[in-house]
Every structure is written in C-alpha cells, then in structure tokens.
C-alpha cells in the first residue's frame, strides 16, 4: 500500500507580511494512521526539500498527541525535510494520494499543474484522493475525462467561510474553499465550525478542519481495504 502526502511549498500569508506553510496537525496525524498501518509513505512539494511550517500551527494550544510524538521522531523529520519534488512523482506509481492543509495550498497547490494532472490521473484511474481543511482547494482545476470539474455533482466538505471569517483571513485569501467547491458544483456539507467532520463520495475523501485530519486519513485506509 502506497501512499503519497502532497504538501505546499508557499510560504506568504499574502501581503500581511506573516509566515504561513502547512499545518503540523494536519501532517502528523495522519501521517502516523499511515505509518502504524504499515503503508508505504511518499512526501512531495512543489519545491521538494523542507515545505515550510504554519508557525501558527507550532503554538502550544495546537499540540496533539501526533504532533509530541513528530517532534520526538528523528527519523520522520528527515522524511519531511527531504520531500521530492511534485513534478518527479507520477500517479501510477501510488494507490492514493492524501493533501493536508493550512493556508499555504491556496496559493500554491491549488494552481499547480504537476498537482492538477496527479489528480486527474488519480480520478481516471479511480483511486482515492484526500484532502482536508484547506487542501480541498487544490481540486480548483482538476478536470474529469468528460471535461467537467471533479468535484461536480459529489458531496464535499472543505474550510467553511466561516470559520475562515473566524481567523480573518477572508479578505487575506486568494479564495474561499467552500465558495470555489460551490461554484465548481459540489455539494458542499459542513458541520459545526472546529467540530470534525468528513465526507466520503465515491474515491474523494475530504475533511472539514484541523479536527477531521486523523478521521480522515483513518477513512482513506478503510478505502484501500
């Protein structure tokens, strides 16, 4: 069982001069569901090399027993700051492709062609595809073999506008993930705002918030089973 976790490589919170990147949670948690399942792990970025960190995400209110447990592990460190990069890695080659989230995605990932052809590829080939919190912005553009956006027509969760009107970032972000999903035809779900929720339609899995991370990568295992 191969697996392979896409990361961002953007590191700007747009022009508010503030640092932004991939968030810890959404990274470590699922990363270990994978590790303790015995899956085969890949990492990849836009860049390859180190992906930068959400340094929000490093503050003590955000620490989980998953990220304790990556700070503490050498070994996976090394396997985060040597990610390949996205344009070397090729579809055929995994059984599923996972993207966490933080703000970073937006900018980068959801516009980057090596990442919109991996998830055409991985519809045509009808393998599952992950995302949660901000990482369902990276099926902006991904396009089914019928020319159609791959979210149209499916259930799908993603950040809701509300709680990206909670952080203040919605004036800050390049787009909204429920707005854009929306406007792609999706049916968007959404549960309490911070509250887990998950939302599985066919080979796409997808996940609300920072608290649907480990639900999620928990639902992309039960899906290669």
């Known amino acids: 069982m191969k697996i392979l976790i896409v990361l961002t490589s953007h590191d700007r919170l747009g ?21 303790d399942s015995g899956a085969q792990i890949t990492l990849a970025s836009p860049r390859g ?11 003590p209110d955000f620490q989980t027993e998953s990220t304790r447990r990556f700070k503490a592990d050498p070994e996976a460190q090394a396997v ?5 990069k996205l ?17 970073g995605p937006l900018w980068d990932l959801a516009e980057d062609a090596a990442s919109i052809v991996l998830i055409e590829e991985m519809f045509k080939t009808r393998k ?18 019928a020319g159609t956006a791959v979210v149209e027509g499916r259930t799908v969760t993603g950040f809701a506008n509300t709680e990206e009107a909670a952080v203040g970032l919605t004036q ?3 787009f909204l993930v429920e707005e ?19 939302v599985i339609d066919g080979q796409l ?21």
């Open 15 to 35: 022009d508010t001069g503030e640092k932004t990147g991939f968030w810890l949670e959404e990274f470590a948690a699922p990363y270990y569901v994978f590790i």
């Open 172 to 174: 800050v972000v390049p």
């Open 205 to 225: 899995i997808t996940g609300q918030n920072p608290a649907s991370s480990e639900p999620v990568a928990t639902a992309l295992l039960a899906k290669l089973s």
């Open 180 to 198: 854009m999903l929306k406007q792609n035809g999706a049916k968007y779900s959404k549960a309490e705002d911070w509250q887990p929720h998950v």
């Open 87 to 103: 344009v070397d890695v090729s579809a055929a080659d995994f059984d599923a492709v996972f993207y966490p989230g933080g703000h």
């Open 128 to 145: 599952p595809v992950a995302a949660v919190c901000h990482a369902p912005g990276v099926l902006r553009h991904p396009k089914t073999v």
């Open 80 to 84: 985060l700051a040597h990610t390949l």
């Open 49 to 59: 090399g180190q992906p930068p960190l959400d340094p929000k995400s490093d503050a």
